[in-house]
């Protein structure tokens, strides 16, 4: 009895559930916006082609979207006299790029379907495009998100996107708080296959890891050694490194044979081979990149859904860096 009733109530929300929040599908453009995909994957191949690390870049935005209140579009506002924005929080500033690309890419779209695309959907498409024009899998995009109204707080920021010095443990509660598993954990950690990170985002290692006054014992000799002359102790913060220091702007699983030869960048990255939750996966896609490109198409499905504005929820944005006029 008590069982049944307890079948019955979940089938209940469920139901209600369904009825208020309308899920996101791949046809969601098919007769309003038919050429939405190529027209995005065109903006972004021009911007690769002029630079190849705006791949990681757009790929990055996605995932800063979708962390912080869903995948909203929210990353993309600007502060405004009245609202700070999520731009200037610490893993954001000075960091997070590609804004100018993705104006690109909603002027050409606004060009062909007015007032229709979403911003969050473009950031979804984008990253898309950017994986498989670095030469990693393509995934079925689901679409019909809907832009937010308003920015998350800088502190919502703050605790949403992980530090790269946060131990594993901590990294995996992040991503569970959001619907994603630890192999969601390793598999979207394999993104740091392209890209670049500052100084300032590892140099905790170089000198005096944990103040022990020595380097983090996890980094290969000879790659610390290039790591501390690119980074010196008092030099430029900024200055960046490869995250992927054998194929930096391939879409490949040279990330995880890195991290086998403890060629991880990051802290986050390394603790990967570290954590016995997270390790034997770590190895499992060195070992085969078919099956991280199979999961990655997964996870970065996943990571889309998460708590999308549908329906006649939020707008569609006119222009990503502000919300519609009322
Ligand atoms: C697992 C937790 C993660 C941590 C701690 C982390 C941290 C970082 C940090 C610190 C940087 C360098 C920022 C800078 O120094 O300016 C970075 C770059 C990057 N991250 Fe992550 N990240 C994580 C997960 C992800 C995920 C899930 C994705 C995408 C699916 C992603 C995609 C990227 C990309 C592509 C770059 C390079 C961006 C560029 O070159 O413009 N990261 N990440
Ligand atoms: C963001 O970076 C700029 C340039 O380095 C700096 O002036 C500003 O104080 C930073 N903003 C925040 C909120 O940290
Ligand atoms: C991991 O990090 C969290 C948050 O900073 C901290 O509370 C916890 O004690 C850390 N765990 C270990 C094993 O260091
Ligand atoms: C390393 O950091 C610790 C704690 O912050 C500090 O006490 C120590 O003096 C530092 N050691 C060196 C060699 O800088």
């Known amino acids: 009895m008590l069982l049944a009733a307890a079948f019955s109530a979940v089938f209940t929300y469920?139901?209600?559930?369904?009825?208020?929040?309308?899920?996101?599908?791949?046809?969601?453009?098919e007769s309003s916006c038919p050429t939405v995909a190529a027209v995005v994957e065109n903006v972004v191949r021009q911007a690769v082609q002029a630079e190849a690390r705006m791949?990681?870049?757009?790929l990055?935005?996605?995932?800063?979207?979708?962390?912080?209140?869903?995948?909203?579009?929210?990353v993309l506002l600007d502060a405004t006299s009245t609202v700070t924005g999520e731009k200037?929080?610490?893993p954001n500033n000075n960091s997070l790029r590609g804004f100018d690309v993705v104006d690109n890419i909603k002027t050409a779209v606004e060009a062909v379907c007015p007032g229709t695309v979403s911003c969050a959907d473009i950031l979804a498409l984008a990253a898309n495009a950017a994986v498989t024009l670095a030469g990693g899998p393509s995934w079925t995009v689901l679409l019909g998100r809907r832009d937010a109204t308003s920015p998350a707080t800088v502190s919502e920021v703050n605790s949403a996107i992980p530090s790269p010095n946060s131990n594993m443990t901590f990294i995996i509660s992040q991503f569970a708080a959001v619907g994603l598993n630890v192999q969601d954990t390793v598999v979207l950690s394999g993104a740091h296959t392209i890209g670049q990170a500052r100084c300032i985002s590892f140099s905790s290692r170089l000198y005096n890891f944990s103040g022990t006054g020595s380097p983090d014992p996890s980094i290969n000799p000879v790659y610390l050694r290039t790591l501390q002359s690119a980074c010196p102790q008092g030099?430029?913060?900024?200055?960046?490194?490869?995250?992927?220091?054998?194929t930096p702007t391939a879409l490949d699983n040279a990330y995880y044979t890195n991290l086998q030869d403890n060629e991880g960048l990051l802290l986050s990255d390394q603790e990967l081979t570290s954590d016995s939750n997270t390790a034997p996966l770590a190895a499992a896609y060195a070992g085969n990149q078919r099956a991280f490109f199979h999961a990655f198409g997964r996870s970065m499905v996943k990571m889309g859904n998460i708590s999308p504005l549908t329906g006649t929820q939020g707008e569609i944005r006119l222009n990503c860096r502000v919300v519609n006029p009322s």
Request: aromatic share 10%.
């Open 14 to 29: 469920l139901q209600f559930a369904e009825a208020d929040a309308q899920t996101l599908s791949c046809s969601f453009y």
């Open 55 to 58: 791949a990681a870049s757009l």
């Open 60 to 74: 990055r935005l996605h995932f800063h979207d979708c962390f912080v209140h869903g995948c909203d579009g929210s």
């Open 88 to 90: 200037t929080a610490s």
């Open 235 to 246: 030099g430029d913060i900024n200055a960046l490194r490869q995250l992927d220091i054998t």
